[in-house]
């Protein structure tokens, strides 16, 4: 299980960090990844760590950071200089490592959080 925290409002150029707790199994053997959906859009990938190292959304490069703990039972998204285009539902996300081609496609990824909500205002 998969749960989110750390959303809520901010102003735009401010900075925000979520997490994503597992319970049960740690994460090591799972490319974990942060997905986000604003309203009447796509959910899109914005960042994933895995064996083949960290990715990130063209939109967010330079701005958001993915990290984890070292008991990879948490990961982070640091996120700074956002945007009002950052607002959205941010999902953490996980899928055992050999099991996908693109770790940043939303389809990809077998396990789900509830979200946590982000709004940037301006």
């Known amino acids: 299980q998969l749960v989110e925290s750390g959303g809520k409002s901010v102003q735009t150029g401010g900075s925000l960090k979520l997490s994503c707790s597992a319970s049960g199994d740690t994460l090591v053997d799972y490319a974990v990844g942060w997905f986000r959906q604003a309203p009447g859009k796509e959910r899109e990938g914005v960042s994933c760590v895995s064996t083949s190292g960290l990715e990130y959304g063209e939109s967010v490069k330079g701005r958001f950071t993915m990290s984890n703990d070292n008991a990879w039972k948490t990961v982070f998204l640091e996120m700074n200089i956002l945007k009002p285009e950052d607002t959205a539902v941010y999902y953490c996300?996980?899928?055992?490592?050999?099991?996908?081609?693109?770790?940043?496609?939303?389809?990809?990824?077998?396990?789900w959080g509830k979200g946590t909500s982000v709004t940037v205002s301006s």
């Open positions: 996300a996980a899928v055992p490592e050999g099991d996908y081609n693109e770790c940043l496609r939303p389809d990809e990824m077998d396990y």
